[in-house]
């Protein structure tokens, strides 16, 4: 490790907005290996400041006094940094700052998800119109390249399929549950104590961490901007370890999935986030604890799958200091990657309901009384939708029992209007509970 400058080499200082988990992280990496940049760049990397809140906090690692400011404005003007990282998170400061960096010609590297996936858009654009680079690898799936691997070594590929586990800590808790029949709130107390849950944890267990991913995957394969508000999202909180012992004795494991399909023949796109019952010989369903995982079906490759570690310091900084070489390696300060292809809404239109089609997973509260079965049965009937396979748990004395059905083949629209009129059906006396069952060779 040498972090001696060699003063013959054209140095580039990059300025880190943000020096908390990545921004200290990639702080870190950028000093170890400060010898390496030269032999590969031929040039300097230097960080040289970081913004944050509050000087007054401990941190694990060290910077020295004069390089930290509480105005992060100051490092994107500063004429000596060259490049500027935002790691800080949040959207609307982030954003202005992005801009403002842009708009004095430095390329900008981040990881943050929310801002992407809110106005990426209109970044590109203004990146593309100042002629710098933005990099965004870390946003999606931490240290897992899969960003520059869908842009760069896929580029010959179309892409029907993508799917995969976005989020580690509703990962971690799924995984711990399943392991060891721990409760929800057991492993999310101990999932807050790690550190791994988000100060808003809807992020994490509502699904909408792993939703701004999704719809940045979206945008990567097909060049359209998914409306967040028109993304199925759903969460985790109704997975049960009954649902989980469920799905393993139907040779499945229940997972929190981002799914982007495109109908090559209608050019409808739909991306969701949602539990899914993954056939247990999938590698998704056997990617566990924190780790990400993503499989992209390719028409010209076939199944590529890329899993990893999703988040952390470490690995994040991995994918900001990436980008950072990418800036610097492309011409007068543009990324060396593939322009982005934007697509205008009428080329690629989001999927209906009732284009979606698959096979689902019902468990219902019901009173124990006779004729049951075949008034939800009806109730599905009604609707097209016929049972593939029903089981009911040992009936507790004055406790309802679980009936948990899967479903043939249906579609969304369909399920929904069923699912509506199950939670009325006399009997039945809590809300159903439904997870899709993702069948990747069937396209469900
Ligand atoms: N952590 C991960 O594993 C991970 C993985 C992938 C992507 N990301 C993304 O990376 C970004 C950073 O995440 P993180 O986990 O490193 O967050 P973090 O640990 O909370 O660090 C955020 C840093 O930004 C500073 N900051 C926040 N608002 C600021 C402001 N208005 N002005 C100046 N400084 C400000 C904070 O200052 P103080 O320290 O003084 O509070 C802190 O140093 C987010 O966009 C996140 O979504 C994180």
């Not at 910077?63 to 004429?79: E, N």
């Not at 649902?243 to 997972?255: H, P, T, V, Y």
């Not at 950072?324 to 309901?353: F, M, R, W, Y």
């Not at 209007?417 to 809590?430: R, S, T």
Request: with cysteine.
């Amino acid at each position: 490790m040498s972090t001696q400058t060699n003063s013959s080499l054209k140095k580039i200082r990059v300025g880190i907005l943000g020096f908390g988990t990545v921004g200290q992280g990639t702080w870190k990496h950028l000093q170890e290996n400060a010898h390496f940049w030269p032999k590969i760049l031929g040039v300097e990397l230097i960080p040289s400041r970081a913004s944050v809140r509050s000087l007054d906090k401990e941190r694990p690692v060290e910077i020295s006094k004069d390089q930290l400011t509480t105005d992060s404005a100051s490092i994107v003007d500063d004429p000596n940094i060259d490049l500027v990282c935002e790691l800080m998170g949040g959207v609307e400061e982030a954003k202005l700052l992005t801009l403002r960096a842009f708009a004095q010609g430095k390329s900008v590297v981040t990881a943050n998800k929310a801002l992407i996936c809110e106005h990426g858009e209109e970044l590109f654009r203004a990146a593309e119109e100042a002629g710098v680079g933005y990099g965004f690898e870390a946003s999606v799936a931490g240290g897992i390249p899969i960003i520059k691997v869908l842009r760069e070594s896929l580029v010959s590929n179309e892409f029907p399929l993508i799917y995969g586990i976005l989020n580690g800590t509703s990962n971690y808790i799924l995984t711990r549950m399943e392991k060891e029949g721990a409760s929800f709130e057991e492993v999310l107390g101990d999932a807050r104590q790690l550190g791994y849950v988000e100060a808003d944890e809807a992020l994490d267990l509502d699904g909408v961490d792993a939703a701004h991913k999704a719809v940045i995957l979206a945008y990567l394969a097909h060049g359209i901007w998914v409306n967040l508000s028109e993304v199925t999202v759903e969460g985790i909180r109704r997975i049960s370890n009954e649902d989980l012992q469920a799905a393993e004795n139907l040779s499945c494991r229940i997972k929190l999935i981002g799914v982007i399909r495109r109908n090559f023949t209608n050019d409808h796109v739909a991306v969701a986030v949602h539990p899914a019952l993954i056939p247990i010989e999938e590698t998704i369903a056997r990617t566990d604890g924190v780790h990400n995982g993503v499989c992209l079906n390719g028409s010209v490759v076939g199944t590529v799958v890329l899993t990893g570690r999703g988040a952390g310091q470490d690995p994040t900084a991995s994918s900001v200091i990436s980008d950072l070489v990418d800036v610097v390696k492309g011409v007068n300060g543009i990324s060396s990657l593939p322009k982005l292809v934007h697509v205008s809404p009428e080329q690629c239109q989001p999927a209906t309901p009732d284009e979606i089609e698959g096979r689902f997973y019902l468990r219902l509260a019901v009173d124990d009384r006779p004729g049951q079965l075949a008034k939800v049965a009806e109730c599905l009937a009604d609707r097209g939708i016929s049972l593939a396979t029903v089981s009911q748990t040992p009936h507790e004395k004055d406790k309802p029992a679980s009936l948990i059905l899967t479903t043939h083949q249906t579609n969304e629209h369909s399920i929904a209007q069923a699912l509506a009129q199950l939670k009325e059906l006399p009997g039945v006396v809590d809300d159903p509970v439904l997870f899709r069952m993702f069948d990747p060779n069937g396209m469900s």
